[in-house]
Protein backbone atom coordinates (compact mmCIF):
# COMPACT_ATOMS: atom_id res chain seq x y z
CA UNK A 1 0.00 0.00 0.00
CA UNK A 2 1.53 3.23 -1.01
CA UNK A 3 0.72 6.38 1.57
CA UNK A 4 0.28 10.07 1.42
CA UNK A 5 2.95 12.34 2.36
CA UNK A 6 1.29 13.26 5.37
CA UNK A 7 0.07 9.78 6.57
CA UNK A 8 1.94 10.21 9.73
CA UNK A 9 0.01 13.53 10.61
CA UNK A 10 -3.02 11.47 9.69
CA UNK A 11 -2.58 8.31 11.84
CA UNK A 12 -1.44 10.88 14.54
CA UNK A 13 -4.97 12.08 14.46
CA UNK A 14 -6.24 8.86 14.50
CA UNK A 15 -7.49 9.03 11.33
CA UNK A 16 -10.26 6.09 10.32
CA UNK A 17 -7.86 4.94 6.77
CA UNK A 18 -9.46 3.14 4.04
CA UNK A 19 -8.00 1.66 0.76
CA UNK A 20 -7.94 3.55 -2.40
CA UNK A 21 -6.58 2.46 -5.63
CA UNK A 22 -3.27 1.25 -4.40
CA UNK A 23 -3.54 3.85 -1.61
CA UNK A 24 -4.02 3.63 2.40
CA UNK A 25 -6.03 6.69 2.42
CA UNK A 26 -8.25 8.75 5.29
CA UNK A 27 -11.59 7.80 5.12
CA UNK A 28 -12.41 10.67 7.99
CA UNK A 29 -10.84 12.14 10.66
CA UNK A 30 -14.00 13.26 12.92
CA UNK A 31 -16.55 12.20 10.73
CA UNK A 32 -17.72 12.28 7.28
CA UNK A 33 -20.57 14.51 7.51
CA UNK A 34 -18.98 17.13 9.77
CA UNK A 35 -15.83 17.42 7.77
CA UNK A 36 -18.34 18.02 4.59
CA UNK A 37 -19.86 20.19 6.43
CA UNK A 38 -16.38 22.21 7.31
CA UNK A 39 -16.05 22.42 3.54
CA UNK A 40 -19.33 24.08 2.51
CA UNK A 41 -18.83 26.70 5.88
CA UNK A 42 -15.15 27.33 6.00
CA UNK A 43 -12.51 25.11 4.56
CA UNK A 44 -11.25 21.93 4.20
CA UNK A 45 -7.55 20.64 3.94
CA UNK A 46 -7.30 16.99 1.51
CA UNK A 47 -3.81 15.44 0.75
CA UNK A 48 -4.45 13.83 -2.80
CA UNK A 49 -0.68 13.35 -3.52
CA UNK A 50 -1.90 10.06 -5.06
CA UNK A 51 -3.08 11.59 -8.11
CA UNK A 52 -0.78 11.37 -11.16
CA UNK A 53 1.08 14.16 -12.44
CA UNK A 54 2.32 13.87 -15.99
CA UNK A 55 4.89 16.48 -17.83
CA UNK A 56 4.08 17.15 -21.61
CA UNK A 57 6.92 18.91 -23.70
CA UNK A 58 7.79 19.26 -27.22
CA UNK A 59 7.27 21.47 -30.25
CA UNK A 60 4.50 19.38 -30.61
CA UNK A 61 3.25 19.39 -27.58
CA UNK A 62 -0.04 21.21 -28.30
CA UNK A 63 -0.25 18.84 -31.56
CA UNK A 64 0.05 16.03 -29.89
CA UNK A 65 -2.46 16.97 -26.55
CA UNK A 66 -4.89 17.44 -29.71
CA UNK A 67 -4.73 14.46 -30.90
CA UNK A 68 -4.85 12.62 -28.04
CA UNK A 69 -7.20 14.16 -25.74
CA UNK A 70 -10.79 15.56 -27.06
CA UNK A 71 -10.53 19.26 -25.88
CA UNK A 72 -8.80 22.22 -27.61
CA UNK A 73 -5.41 23.03 -26.14
CA UNK A 74 -4.27 25.58 -29.66
CA UNK A 75 -6.88 28.16 -28.60
CA UNK A 76 -5.76 27.38 -24.84
CA UNK A 77 -4.12 30.60 -22.97
CA UNK A 78 -0.89 30.26 -20.96
CA UNK A 79 -1.63 29.71 -17.32
CA UNK A 80 -5.46 28.23 -18.00
CA UNK A 81 -6.42 25.15 -16.77
CA UNK A 82 -8.78 22.84 -19.19
CA UNK A 83 -10.87 20.01 -18.33
CA UNK A 84 -10.38 17.02 -20.94
CA UNK A 85 -10.44 13.63 -21.69
CA UNK A 86 -8.60 10.47 -22.76
CA UNK A 87 -10.71 8.10 -25.27
CA UNK A 88 -9.76 5.15 -27.14
CA UNK A 89 -10.32 4.29 -30.69
CA UNK A 90 -13.84 3.00 -29.59
CA UNK A 91 -14.60 6.67 -28.28
CA UNK A 92 -14.82 4.83 -24.53
CA UNK A 93 -13.27 6.82 -21.85
CA UNK A 94 -9.98 5.96 -20.86
CA UNK A 95 -9.76 9.05 -18.69
CA UNK A 96 -10.70 12.43 -17.33
CA UNK A 97 -8.04 14.97 -16.61
CA UNK A 98 -6.72 18.43 -16.31
CA UNK A 99 -4.60 19.80 -18.63
CA UNK A 100 -2.27 22.77 -17.28
CA UNK A 101 -0.91 25.04 -20.31
CA UNK A 102 2.47 26.74 -19.74
CA UNK A 103 3.52 27.44 -22.97
CA UNK A 104 2.64 25.91 -26.21
CA UNK A 105 5.17 23.34 -25.66
CA UNK A 106 5.06 22.88 -22.29
CA UNK A 107 2.04 21.29 -20.07
CA UNK A 108 1.53 19.59 -16.63
CA UNK A 109 -1.60 16.98 -16.73
CA UNK A 110 -2.82 15.76 -13.32
CA UNK A 111 -4.81 12.48 -13.98
CA UNK A 112 -7.03 9.76 -11.73
CA UNK A 113 -4.54 7.77 -8.98
CA UNK A 114 -5.86 4.81 -10.10
CA UNK A 115 -5.83 5.35 -13.95
CA UNK A 116 -2.07 6.96 -13.96
CA UNK A 117 0.34 3.95 -15.02
CA UNK A 118 -2.50 3.31 -17.98
CA UNK A 119 -2.70 6.59 -19.04
CA UNK A 120 1.27 6.95 -18.78
CA UNK A 121 1.73 3.96 -21.03
CA UNK A 122 -1.04 5.26 -22.99
CA UNK A 123 0.01 8.53 -23.76
CA UNK A 124 3.74 7.34 -24.23
CA UNK A 125 2.21 4.90 -26.72
CA UNK A 126 1.12 7.97 -29.06
CA UNK A 127 4.03 9.76 -29.07
CA UNK A 128 5.81 8.26 -32.21
CA UNK A 129 4.43 11.08 -34.69
CA UNK A 130 5.46 14.15 -32.43
CA UNK A 131 8.06 15.87 -31.00
CA UNK A 132 7.20 15.48 -27.73
CA UNK A 133 7.79 13.75 -24.61
CA UNK A 134 5.76 12.87 -21.61
CA UNK A 135 7.52 12.52 -18.14
CA UNK A 136 6.16 10.60 -15.12
CA UNK A 137 6.47 13.01 -12.16
CA UNK A 138 4.14 11.54 -9.91
CA UNK A 139 6.38 10.26 -7.27
CA UNK A 140 8.26 13.68 -6.87
CA UNK A 141 4.94 15.69 -6.54
CA UNK A 142 2.43 16.28 -3.61
CA UNK A 143 -0.50 17.95 -4.44
CA UNK A 144 -3.32 19.28 -1.89
CA UNK A 145 -6.87 20.72 -2.03
CA UNK A 146 -8.00 23.72 -0.02
CA UNK A 147 -11.65 24.46 -0.69
CA UNK A 148 -14.29 26.14 0.91
CA UNK A 149 -15.31 29.76 1.38
CA UNK A 150 -12.24 30.88 3.95
CA UNK A 151 -10.10 29.65 1.01
CA UNK A 152 -9.07 32.93 0.18
CA UNK A 153 -8.26 33.84 3.60
CA UNK A 154 -6.06 31.35 4.01
CA UNK A 155 -3.98 31.65 0.91
CA UNK A 156 -3.57 35.25 1.78
CA UNK A 157 -2.08 34.51 5.23
CA UNK A 158 0.09 31.97 4.54
CA UNK A 159 1.41 32.81 0.84
CA UNK A 160 0.75 36.60 0.61
CA UNK A 161 -1.05 35.69 -2.95
CA UNK A 162 -4.16 37.05 -3.49
CA UNK A 163 -6.68 34.42 -4.86
CA UNK A 164 -9.19 36.25 -5.21
CA UNK A 165 -7.70 37.92 -8.35
CA UNK A 166 -7.43 34.81 -10.28
CA UNK A 167 -9.88 33.61 -12.63
CA UNK A 168 -11.72 30.18 -12.42
CA UNK A 169 -9.63 27.72 -14.24
CA UNK A 170 -6.53 29.33 -14.14
CA UNK A 171 -3.17 28.64 -12.13
CA UNK A 172 -0.16 30.73 -11.37
CA UNK A 173 3.23 29.32 -9.98
CA UNK A 174 4.06 31.24 -6.49
CA UNK A 175 7.12 30.66 -4.58
CA UNK A 176 7.01 29.58 -0.82
CA UNK A 177 9.91 29.45 1.21
CA UNK A 178 12.24 28.76 -1.94
CA UNK A 179 9.29 26.18 -3.11
CA UNK A 180 7.16 26.58 -6.54
CA UNK A 181 3.97 25.94 -6.01
CA UNK A 182 1.90 25.42 -9.05
CA UNK A 183 -1.93 26.81 -7.60
CA UNK A 184 -4.52 26.41 -9.39
CA UNK A 185 -8.46 28.36 -9.11
CA UNK A 186 -9.65 24.05 -9.90
CA UNK A 187 -11.72 21.63 -7.35
CA UNK A 188 -13.80 18.62 -7.16
CA UNK A 189 -16.41 20.30 -4.19
CA UNK A 190 -18.38 23.01 -6.08
CA UNK A 191 -16.67 25.27 -3.86
CA UNK A 192 -14.56 28.12 -4.40
CA UNK A 193 -10.71 27.13 -3.66
CA UNK A 194 -8.17 25.96 -4.82
CA UNK A 195 -5.54 22.81 -5.97
CA UNK A 196 -1.49 23.15 -5.46
CA UNK A 197 1.09 20.81 -7.06
CA UNK A 198 4.49 21.49 -5.47
CA UNK A 199 7.86 18.90 -5.01
CA UNK A 200 6.88 16.12 -2.14
CA UNK A 201 9.72 17.20 -0.22
CA UNK A 202 7.67 20.44 0.83
CA UNK A 203 4.75 19.05 2.12
CA UNK A 204 4.99 19.00 5.73
CA UNK A 205 6.11 22.35 5.37
CA UNK A 206 3.08 23.77 3.24
CA UNK A 207 0.59 21.53 5.75
CA UNK A 208 1.81 23.34 8.38
CA UNK A 209 1.75 26.91 6.87
CA UNK A 210 -1.77 26.55 5.78
CA UNK A 211 -2.89 24.57 8.92
CA UNK A 212 -1.22 27.73 10.88
CA UNK A 213 -3.07 30.35 8.68
CA UNK A 214 -6.94 28.55 8.84
CA UNK A 215 -6.60 28.09 12.86
CA UNK A 216 -8.79 31.00 13.19
CA UNK A 217 -11.62 29.50 10.42
CA UNK A 218 -11.61 26.20 12.03
CA UNK A 219 -9.54 24.70 9.15
CA UNK A 220 -9.90 20.58 8.89
CA UNK A 221 -8.12 17.81 7.29
CA UNK A 222 -10.79 16.31 5.27
CA UNK A 223 -11.30 12.69 4.02
CA UNK A 224 -12.10 10.63 1.51
CA UNK A 225 -15.43 9.73 2.32
CA UNK A 226 -16.12 13.97 2.52
CA UNK A 227 -14.50 14.31 -0.93
CA UNK A 228 -17.32 12.12 -2.22
CA UNK A 229 -20.07 13.51 -0.74
CA UNK A 230 -18.77 16.81 -1.48
CA UNK A 231 -18.19 16.14 -5.57
CA UNK A 232 -21.73 14.09 -5.86
CA UNK A 233 -23.25 17.06 -4.47
CA UNK A 234 -21.87 19.09 -7.00
CA UNK A 235 -22.75 16.40 -10.09
CA UNK A 236 -18.68 15.84 -10.65
CA UNK A 237 -18.34 12.44 -12.32
CA UNK A 238 -15.83 9.70 -10.87
CA UNK A 239 -13.93 7.91 -13.25
CA UNK A 240 -14.72 4.04 -12.76
CA UNK A 241 -18.20 4.53 -11.84
CA UNK A 242 -19.89 7.39 -14.59
CA UNK A 243 -16.79 6.49 -16.86
CA UNK A 244 -15.04 3.80 -18.19
CA UNK A 245 -13.51 2.66 -21.46
CA UNK A 246 -16.57 1.39 -22.46
CA UNK A 247 -18.79 5.32 -21.84
CA UNK A 248 -18.54 7.70 -24.12
CA UNK A 249 -18.55 11.49 -23.53
CA UNK A 250 -21.88 11.71 -25.59
CA UNK A 251 -23.28 9.59 -23.05
CA UNK A 252 -21.84 10.97 -20.02
CA UNK A 253 -23.25 14.39 -20.83
CA UNK A 254 -19.23 15.63 -21.31
CA UNK A 255 -19.96 16.18 -24.91
CA UNK A 256 -18.90 19.90 -24.14
CA UNK A 257 -15.11 18.60 -23.28
CA UNK A 258 -15.22 17.50 -26.96
CA UNK A 259 -14.46 19.86 -29.31
CA UNK A 260 -14.82 18.83 -33.14
CA UNK A 261 -13.47 21.66 -35.21
CA UNK A 262 -9.94 20.87 -33.84
CA UNK A 263 -8.80 18.43 -36.12
CA UNK A 264 -8.53 14.69 -35.95
CA UNK A 265 -8.23 12.93 -32.49
CA UNK A 266 -8.39 9.32 -31.09
CA UNK A 267 -12.07 8.38 -30.86
CA UNK A 268 -13.51 11.48 -33.02
CA UNK A 269 -14.62 8.83 -35.69
CA UNK A 270 -16.59 6.76 -33.03
CA UNK A 271 -18.04 9.18 -31.89
CA UNK A 272 -19.69 10.76 -34.59
CA UNK A 273 -20.83 7.56 -35.82
CA UNK A 274 -22.59 6.90 -32.37
CA UNK A 275 -23.44 10.89 -32.93
CA UNK A 276 -25.59 10.03 -35.86
CA UNK A 277 -27.04 7.00 -34.68
CA UNK A 278 -27.75 8.93 -31.22
CA UNK A 279 -27.39 7.63 -28.24
CA UNK A 280 -29.03 4.86 -26.46
CA UNK A 281 -28.16 5.59 -22.73
CA UNK A 282 -27.47 8.73 -21.07
CA UNK A 283 -26.07 9.77 -17.41
CA UNK A 284 -28.85 11.36 -15.30
CA UNK A 285 -29.11 13.31 -12.30
CA UNK A 286 -31.76 12.08 -9.66
CA UNK A 287 -33.15 12.61 -6.12
CA UNK A 288 -35.26 10.83 -3.89
CA UNK A 289 -38.60 10.70 -2.99
CA UNK A 290 -39.18 7.74 -0.70
CA UNK A 291 -36.43 7.75 1.89
CA UNK A 292 -34.12 5.00 0.93
CA UNK A 293 -30.46 5.81 -0.14
CA UNK A 294 -29.32 5.17 -3.38
CA UNK A 295 -26.02 3.47 -3.65
CA UNK A 296 -23.55 1.96 -7.04
CA UNK A 297 -24.75 -0.54 -8.47
CA UNK A 298 -28.90 -0.33 -7.76
CA UNK A 299 -30.77 -1.08 -10.66
CA UNK A 300 -33.01 1.74 -11.63
CA UNK A 301 -36.52 1.38 -12.89
CA UNK A 302 -39.84 2.63 -14.58
CA UNK A 303 -43.38 0.90 -13.55
CA UNK A 304 -41.60 -2.38 -13.01
CA UNK A 305 -38.98 -2.78 -15.74
CA UNK A 306 -35.17 -1.87 -15.48
CA UNK A 307 -34.06 0.97 -17.60
CA UNK A 308 -30.98 1.18 -16.21
CA UNK A 309 -28.26 0.85 -13.06
CA UNK A 310 -26.55 4.10 -10.38
CA UNK A 311 -23.39 4.75 -10.53
CA UNK A 312 -22.99 6.61 -7.54
CA UNK A 313 -25.63 7.56 -4.65
CA UNK A 314 -25.68 8.83 -1.28
CA UNK A 315 -27.10 11.15 1.39
CA UNK A 316 -26.51 14.69 0.36
CA UNK A 317 -25.89 16.54 3.70
CA UNK A 318 -26.01 20.31 2.23
CA UNK A 319 -29.01 19.98 0.14
CA UNK A 320 -30.69 17.60 2.97
CA UNK A 321 -31.87 15.05 0.34
CA UNK A 322 -30.62 11.48 -1.14
CA UNK A 323 -29.14 12.23 -4.44
CA UNK A 324 -27.87 9.85 -7.08
CA UNK A 325 -26.09 9.85 -10.85
CA UNK A 326 -26.86 6.70 -13.31
CA UNK A 327 -26.88 5.43 -16.93
CA UNK A 328 -30.78 5.08 -17.91
CA UNK A 329 -32.31 4.44 -21.65
CA UNK A 330 -32.18 7.68 -23.49
CA UNK A 331 -35.91 8.08 -23.82
CA UNK A 332 -36.37 7.92 -20.17
CA UNK A 333 -34.07 10.35 -19.67
CA UNK A 334 -36.07 13.83 -19.45
CA UNK A 335 -35.90 16.21 -16.42
CA UNK A 336 -38.85 15.55 -14.33
CA UNK A 337 -39.41 11.69 -15.14
CA UNK A 338 -40.22 9.65 -12.01
CA UNK A 339 -38.45 6.59 -11.57
CA UNK A 340 -37.87 3.82 -9.06
CA UNK A 341 -34.73 2.75 -7.64
CA UNK A 342 -35.02 -1.12 -6.44
CA UNK A 343 -33.13 -0.71 -3.01
CA UNK A 344 -32.78 -4.19 -1.25
CA UNK A 345 -35.64 -5.66 -3.21
CA UNK A 346 -37.74 -2.06 -2.00
CA UNK A 347 -38.64 -0.35 -4.76
CA UNK A 348 -38.31 3.54 -3.65
CA UNK A 349 -39.20 6.79 -6.03
CA UNK A 350 -36.84 9.11 -6.91
CA UNK A 351 -37.37 11.72 -10.12
CA UNK A 352 -34.56 13.18 -12.42
CA UNK A 353 -33.56 16.23 -12.07
CA UNK A 354 -31.18 19.10 -13.49
CA UNK A 355 -27.69 19.34 -12.42
CA UNK A 356 -25.81 20.48 -9.91
CA UNK A 357 -27.63 19.39 -6.93
CA UNK A 358 -26.08 21.66 -4.78
CA UNK A 359 -24.78 25.12 -6.41
CA UNK A 360 -22.31 27.67 -4.19
CA UNK A 361 -23.59 30.82 -3.10
CA UNK A 362 -20.97 33.12 -4.52
CA UNK A 363 -22.81 35.96 -3.02
CA UNK A 364 -21.77 34.95 0.49
CA UNK A 365 -18.34 33.77 -0.77
CA UNK A 366 -17.74 37.71 -1.82
CA UNK A 367 -18.85 38.43 1.86
CA UNK A 368 -16.45 36.36 3.18
CA UNK A 369 -13.48 37.82 1.79
CA UNK A 370 -14.84 41.14 2.08
CA UNK A 371 -15.47 40.38 6.14
CA UNK A 372 -11.38 39.67 5.82
CA UNK A 373 -10.43 43.11 4.64
CA UNK A 374 -12.02 45.11 7.67
CA UNK B 1 -16.15 3.30 25.76
CA UNK B 2 -19.40 2.62 28.38
CA UNK B 3 -21.14 -0.88 28.21
CA UNK B 4 -24.34 -0.72 30.45
CA UNK B 5 -23.60 -3.60 33.26
CA UNK B 6 -27.43 -4.34 33.11
CA UNK B 7 -27.47 -4.67 29.00
CA UNK B 8 -26.74 -8.40 27.49
CA UNK B 9 -24.91 -7.83 24.38
CA UNK B 10 -24.39 -10.11 20.78
CA UNK B 11 -21.40 -11.07 19.22
CA UNK B 12 -23.11 -8.66 16.92
CA UNK B 13 -22.54 -5.73 18.57
CA UNK B 14 -26.40 -5.50 19.53
CA UNK B 15 -27.80 -5.14 23.03
CA UNK B 16 -30.43 -6.31 24.53
CA UNK B 17 -32.45 -4.96 28.14
CA UNK B 18 -35.20 -7.15 29.00
CA UNK B 19 -38.15 -6.01 31.20
CA UNK B 20 -40.41 -9.39 31.64
CA UNK B 21 -41.09 -10.48 28.63
CA UNK B 22 -40.39 -7.52 26.14
CA UNK B 23 -37.20 -6.74 25.50
CA UNK B 24 -35.54 -3.37 24.01
CA UNK B 25 -32.53 -3.71 21.56
CA UNK B 26 -30.16 -1.62 20.06
CA UNK B 27 -26.62 -1.14 19.17
CA UNK B 28 -23.44 -1.09 21.35
CA UNK B 29 -21.84 2.63 21.71
CA UNK B 30 -18.71 -0.33 19.71
CA UNK B 31 -21.22 -0.80 16.68
CA UNK B 32 -21.86 3.52 16.43
CA UNK B 33 -18.26 4.54 16.67
CA UNK B 34 -17.80 1.90 13.93
CA UNK B 35 -20.56 3.07 11.50
CA UNK B 36 -19.85 6.60 12.09
CA UNK B 37 -22.80 8.99 11.16
CA UNK B 38 -26.18 6.72 10.82
CA UNK B 39 -27.77 8.85 8.04
CA UNK B 40 -30.63 6.16 7.96
CA UNK B 41 -32.50 3.61 9.32
CA UNK B 42 -34.88 0.58 8.10
CA UNK B 43 -37.06 -0.69 11.01
CA UNK B 44 -39.11 -4.07 11.11
CA UNK B 45 -42.80 -4.01 10.50
CA UNK B 46 -44.42 -4.42 14.07
CA UNK B 47 -45.23 -8.13 14.45
CA UNK B 48 -42.72 -9.83 12.24
CA UNK B 49 -41.64 -13.15 13.86
CA UNK B 50 -37.89 -13.23 13.70
CA UNK B 51 -35.31 -16.27 14.83
CA UNK B 52 -32.38 -15.19 17.14
CA UNK B 53 -29.45 -14.37 15.10
CA UNK B 54 -31.79 -12.82 12.23
CA UNK B 55 -31.10 -9.85 9.65
CA UNK B 56 -34.53 -8.26 11.55
CA UNK B 57 -33.62 -4.37 9.71
CA UNK B 58 -30.69 -2.11 8.07
CA UNK B 59 -29.02 0.81 9.43
CA UNK B 60 -26.68 2.86 6.96
CA UNK B 61 -24.04 5.25 7.47
CA UNK B 62 -22.85 7.49 4.73
CA UNK B 63 -20.79 4.47 2.88
CA UNK B 64 -22.52 1.67 3.57
CA UNK B 65 -25.71 0.07 4.34
CA UNK B 66 -25.64 -2.66 7.65
CA UNK B 67 -27.71 -5.68 8.62
CA UNK B 68 -28.92 -5.32 12.72
CA UNK B 69 -30.28 -8.69 13.98
CA UNK B 70 -32.04 -10.03 16.43
CA UNK B 71 -30.47 -10.86 19.74
CA UNK B 72 -33.55 -13.16 20.70
CA UNK B 73 -36.40 -15.11 18.74
CA UNK B 74 -39.57 -13.24 19.46
CA UNK B 75 -42.71 -11.07 17.58
CA UNK B 76 -41.60 -7.47 17.23
CA UNK B 77 -43.69 -5.60 19.43
CA UNK B 78 -42.94 -1.71 18.83
CA UNK B 79 -40.43 0.29 16.64
CA UNK B 80 -38.48 3.36 17.31
CA UNK B 81 -40.32 5.69 14.66
CA UNK B 82 -37.91 8.62 15.73
CA UNK B 83 -35.11 7.64 14.06
CA UNK B 84 -36.40 7.58 10.61
CA UNK B 85 -36.53 11.57 10.96
CA UNK B 86 -33.35 11.24 13.83
CA UNK B 87 -31.05 8.82 12.57
CA UNK B 88 -28.17 10.26 14.38
CA UNK B 89 -29.83 9.11 17.86
CA UNK B 90 -27.85 6.31 17.16
CA UNK B 91 -24.86 8.19 17.23
CA UNK B 92 -25.83 10.45 20.33
CA UNK B 93 -27.67 8.08 22.21
CA UNK B 94 -27.26 4.17 21.56
CA UNK B 95 -28.18 2.85 24.63
CA UNK B 96 -31.13 5.50 25.04
CA UNK B 97 -33.10 7.66 22.61
CA UNK B 98 -31.41 5.74 19.52
CA UNK B 99 -32.93 1.96 20.66
CA UNK B 100 -34.45 0.17 17.62
CA UNK B 101 -36.80 -1.73 18.32
CA UNK B 102 -38.92 -4.15 21.27
CA UNK B 103 -39.43 -7.97 21.11
CA UNK B 104 -41.55 -10.02 23.22
CA UNK B 105 -39.32 -13.02 23.48
CA UNK B 106 -40.75 -16.30 22.94
CA UNK B 107 -37.96 -18.34 24.95
CA UNK B 108 -37.05 -17.20 28.06
CA UNK B 109 -33.58 -18.98 27.76
CA UNK B 110 -32.54 -16.52 24.65
CA UNK B 111 -31.45 -14.07 26.99
CA UNK B 112 -29.33 -15.86 28.79
CA UNK B 113 -27.19 -16.57 26.07
CA UNK B 114 -26.25 -13.36 25.46
CA UNK B 115 -23.01 -11.86 26.96
CA UNK B 116 -22.78 -9.78 29.84
CA UNK B 117 -20.94 -6.34 29.59
CA UNK B 118 -17.63 -8.02 30.92
CA UNK B 119 -17.83 -11.10 28.73
CA UNK B 120 -18.62 -8.48 25.76
CA UNK B 121 -16.27 -5.93 26.38
CA UNK B 122 -13.43 -8.50 25.89
CA UNK B 123 -15.34 -9.39 22.66
CA UNK B 124 -14.73 -5.95 21.46
CA UNK B 125 -10.99 -5.66 22.48
CA UNK B 126 -10.85 -8.63 20.43
CA UNK B 127 -12.69 -7.41 17.93
CA UNK B 128 -11.12 -3.87 17.34
CA UNK B 129 -7.86 -3.55 15.18
Redesign the interface.
Known amino acids: MNHLPLHDEFVKRHA?LMPFADWEVP??FT???DEHATVRNAAGIFDISHMGVLSISGTDATRYLNYVTTNNCAQLANGKALYSLLLNERGGIVDDIFIYRESETLYTLVVNASNCAKDFAWLSAHVKDFAVSVVNRSPECAIFALQGPASGMIIKHAFNFDLGSMPFHTFRTISFQGKNIMLATTGYTGEWGCEMVFDRTAARVVWDALFQAGAAVGLKPIGF?ARD?LRLEACCVLYGNEMNEDITPLEAELAWVVKWDKGDFIGKAALEAQQKKGITRRLVAFEMID???P?HEYPVMFQGARIGTVTSG??APTVGK?IGLGYVLSSYGTVGTEIDIDI?GRMQKARIVNKPFYRRNKLRDAHYVHEEKK | MKFPQELRYAKSHEWAKQDGAVSTVGVTEYAQKELSDVVYVELPDVGKKVSAGDAVCVVESVKAAFDIYAPISGIIKEVNRTLESEPGLVNTDCYGKGWFFKIEGTDSKDITLLMDAVTYEKHVAASAH
Open positions: TAYSILGTRGIRGCNR
